[in-house]
């Protein structure tokens, strides 16, 4: 099975600053997708940016970006300008191209600072 | 607006109870999944579903089973609640094609006492 790896349990970020989230992720595929959500405290799950690995140019999605190198197996998500509503935890997940199943890292929370 | 709900937010049992948690979506979507979310863990797949009355298992199906007798609706049962299976619960559902997203329901909190 696929792994997807999280290494940042936590993270914190001032308000108005740039943050980074890590994912690292294991697999023997060439075509897949990798996606962010993010759930806010006592809150649903949602998504927040996805790429599809044949595709080179990262996803950007107003605020946020991804850093996509696909030989390095790496997808992290960048914040910019963070807002106290972007404090949550955030999982990185992966879907191949064949099958149904999403792989989820542990997760990162992350903190922001007013 | 698309919607997964799910019929408790919290829910108390005890020890040797059966439980039903319940998911429904209006996407008319043929994948639907039961998640298990404990801190440190990030999710773990009990179960899916790729269609009416049928299932697979996921990383964790031990101590649960799954019931998809309708497309929208899909069902987690604990045939007999122990004190481990105390956590957070989440329903999602997909549309065929890997690009689609997963959407999530907003999670069943279970305390087995």
């Known amino acids: 099975a696929q792994t997807v790896t999280q290494s940042q349990p936590e993270m914190s970020v001032q308000e108005a600053e740039t943050v980074t989230l890590s994912c690292t992720y294991d697999?023997?595929?060439?075509?897949?997708?990798l996606f962010w959500y993010k759930q806010p405290p006592s809150r649903q799950m949602i998504l927040v940016i996805r790429?599809?690995?044949?595709?080179?140019q990262n996803a950007t999605e107003n605020r946020f970006s991804v850093n996509f190198q696909k030989a390095a197996k790496s997808f992290s998500l960048k914040i910019s300008d963070s807002q106290l509503g972007d404090a949550a935890m955030y999982f990185c997940?992966?879907?191949?191209?064949?099958?149904?199943?999403?792989?989820f890292g542990t997760g990162t929370s992350l903190t922001v600072i007013p | 607006d698309v919607k997964v709900t799910q019929s408790s937010r919290y829910l108390v049992k005890r020890t040797g109870e059966k439980v039903f948690l319940e998911c429904v979506q209006d996407?008319?979507?043929?994948?639907m999944f039961w998640y298990r979310q404990d801190p440190g863990l990030g999710l773990r797949l009990i179960y899916f579903?790729?269609?009416?009355?049928?299932?697979e298992k996921g990383d964790i199906p031990e101590g649960y089973s799954v019931s998809r007798e309708k497309k929208e609706r899909f069902s987690l049962i604990l045939e007999s609640a122990s004190t481990n299976q105390t956590s957070m619960y989440l329903c999602?559902?997909?549309?065929?094609?890997?690009?689609?997203?997963?959407?999530f329901g907003p999670g069943t909190r279970l305390t087995v006492l």
């Open positions: 999602a559902s997909t549309g065929q094609g890997p690009y689609n997203e997963q959407f």
């Open positions: 697999t023997s595929e060439s075509d897949y997708y």
């Open positions: 790429q599809e690995a044949y595709k080179q």
């Open positions: 997940a992966y879907r191949g191209n064949t099958g149904n199943q999403f792989y």
């Open positions: 996407m008319d979507h043929e994948n």
């Open positions: 579903s790729y269609d009416v009355k049928m299932k």
